[in-house]
């Protein structure tokens, strides 16, 4: 845990409003975070608080036409809302890695395991294919994926969710990204499955020493990995801090009504 490092990034106070038949409706209002190197900060809140734009903020992926932002988005010294779409693809590619809940994560169905892995290596490495095949299987073992060798030969759909998932963390490290964005990943996944994958992502974070945005609605998981927490509710951030602060000495009371949800 690295938090004195100056924050890779830096969102500060960003604004979102959607356009809607009724005028614009704002989503996120003044919201400030930061993550550093080597550091998970969660987003934490009930559903439809804004989680899921601010990440798609980060990425670059909100669309143009009906969605407005003003702040700033601080990434390795840049404001990616100032960015030009290929410019912001490049980030997304080169240095930002995501995961996604399951099922919505995006295998493509009609490619097998190591297809979808060895393009993505082809695509954002200088890799022969034949060192993308071998890093493409190199990947699968560091994500545990058992028999990763005939594994992929397979299809997604012959999978279970929690193999898919590793399948998509693996894709998400293939770009080696400095900061990786993990919307939900656990939350479609069953318990066990769930403490797993939770165990895969900070180890493969400490390894990579990479910085992490983890969001869940969910406090337990907030206790699992998260060294900070941001605790969002429809669209303001209500408290930022340490987790085990908040976890202690939490300062709002929606905060405490999460806490009191933990099982
Ligand atoms: P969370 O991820 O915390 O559950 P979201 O970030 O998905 O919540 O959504 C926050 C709010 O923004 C919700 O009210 C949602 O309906 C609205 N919203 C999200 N995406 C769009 C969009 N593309 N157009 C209009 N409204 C949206
Ligand atoms: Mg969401």
Same mark, same amino acid.
């Given at each position: 845990?690295?938090t004195e490092?100056?924050p890779?990034? $830096?969102?500060?106070r960003?604004?979102?409003?959607f356009?809607?038949p009724? +005028?614009w409706?704002s &989503?996120?209002r003044?919201i400030?975070?930061?993550?550093?190197?080597g550091?998970t900060v969660?987003? @934490?809140?009930?559903?439809?608080?804004?989680?899921?734009v601010t990440?798609?903020?980060?990425?670059?992926?909100?669309?143009?036409? %009906?969605?407005?932002?003003?702040? !700033?988005?601080?990434f390795? +010294?840049r404001?990616l809302l %100032?960015?030009?779409?290929?410019?912001?693809r490049?980030?997304? +590619?080169d240095?930002i +890695?995501?995961i996604?809940?399951?099922?919505?994560t995006?295998?493509n169905?009609?490619?097998?395991?190591?297809d979808? *892995?060895t393009e993505? /290596?082809l695509?954002h490495r200088?890799m022969?294919?034949?060192?993308? =095949?071998?890093e493409?299987l190199? #990947?699968?073992?560091?994500?545990?994926?058992?028999s990763?060798k005939?594994r992929m030969?397979d299809?997604?759909h012959?999978?279970?969710g929690g193999?898919?998932?590793?399948?998509m963390i693996a894709?998400?490290?293939?770009?080696r990204?400095?900061? #990786?964005?993990?919307?939900?990943?656990? %939350?479609? /996944? =069953?318990?066990?499955? $769930?403490?797993?994958?939770l165990?895969?992502? !900070?180890? *493969?974070?400490?390894?990579?020493?990479?910085? &992490?945005?983890?969001?869940t609605h969910?406090?337990g998981? &907030?206790a699992?990995?998260?060294?900070?927490?941001?605790? *969002?509710y429809?669209?303001? @951030?209500?408290e930022?801090?340490?987790?085990?602060d908040?976890?202690?000495?939490?300062?709002?009371?929606?905060t405490?009504? /999460? *806490?009191?949800?933990?099982?």
């Amino acid at each position: 845990m690295t938090t004195e490092n100056n924050p890779m990034l $830096q969102i500060d106070r960003l604004n979102t409003s959607f356009r809607t038949p009724e +005028g614009w409706r704002s &989503v996120l209002r003044d919201i400030s975070l930061s993550v550093s190197e080597g550091e998970t900060v969660a987003i @934490v809140g009930e559903s439809g608080s804004g989680k899921s734009v601010t990440a798609l903020s980060v990425m670059g992926l909100l669309p143009k036409g %009906t969605a407005r932002q003003d702040g !700033r988005i601080l990434f390795e +010294g840049r404001d990616l809302l %100032t960015l030009s779409d290929r410019e912001m693809r490049a980030v997304r +590619g080169d240095r930002i +890695g995501m995961i996604f809940q399951e099922p919505m994560t995006s295998l493509n169905p009609v490619f097998t395991v190591a297809d979808q *892995l060895t393009e993505a /290596l082809l695509l954002h490495r200088d890799m022969s294919r034949a060192e993308a =095949d071998a890093e493409a299987l190199r #990947l699968l073992e560091r994500v545990r994926i058992p028999s990763a060798k005939s594994r992929m030969k397979d299809y997604p759909h012959r999978l279970s969710g929690g193999m898919r998932q590793r399948v998509m963390i693996a894709m998400a490290l293939a770009c080696r990204p400095k900061l #990786l964005i993990a919307d939900e990943p656990t %939350t479609a /996944l =069953d318990v066990t499955i $769930q403490a797993q994958i939770l165990h895969l992502i !900070r180890e *493969l974070q400490a390894e990579e020493n990479m910085g &992490v945005l983890f969001i869940t609605h969910d406090m337990g998981v &907030v206790a699992e990995v998260a060294d900070r927490t941001v605790v *969002l509710y429809r669209g303001d @951030v209500l408290e930022t801090g340490q987790t085990t602060d908040i976890f202690a000495q939490p300062s709002h009371a929606y905060t405490r009504s /999460l *806490l009191a949800s933990i099982p």
